[in-house]
């Protein structure tokens, strides 16, 4: 079913509403489809949260890696521009000066990753389907 788009998502220094309103058009305006992506991402963030931090624990570069990169990929589509930044800066560590520099940043992606759940969140209050 299709809806009229909001055109005010709500302000947040976690999400750039332009991507949401991209996705939301990709999606031929089918705000249940919308509703359904940010739903699976808000509730998959905690087993992805908990995946990276075992494959860091096991001091795991590929697992890390392909964690991360899952994170970054999801978190770009759906516009968590900051958790999209912090994934990037921990690839950059990983890659650069290795899986210790990269579990250095956990805390900064967490508290992004937090952050971004809880502007979806509001997204679903404002444009419910």
Do not use: K
Not at 24 to 41: A, R, V, Y
Not at 84 to 105: F, K, Q, V, Y
């Amino acid at each position: 079913m299709t809806a009229e788009r909001n055109s005010t998502w709500p302000a947040s220094d976690y999400l750039d509403g332009s991507v949401l309103r991209a996705l939301l058009d990709d999606l031929g305006g089918d705000i249940f489809s919308l509703t359904g992506f940010i739903t699976d991402f808000v509730s998959l963030w905690d087993t992805r949260a908990q995946r990276l931090t075992d494959a860091l624990a096991a001091q795991s570069v590929d697992a890390a890696h392909v964690v991360l990169l899952s994170i970054r990929s999801s978190a770009h589509m759906i516009g968590a521009v900051a958790l999209e930044a912090s994934t990037t800066t921990m690839l950059d560590a990983l890659h650069h000066s290795g899986i210790a520099a990269c579990a250095g940043s956990i805390g900064s992606l967490m508290a992004d990753g937090q952050g971004s759940c809880r502007a979806l969140v509001a997204v679903l209050a404002v444009n419910p389907a």
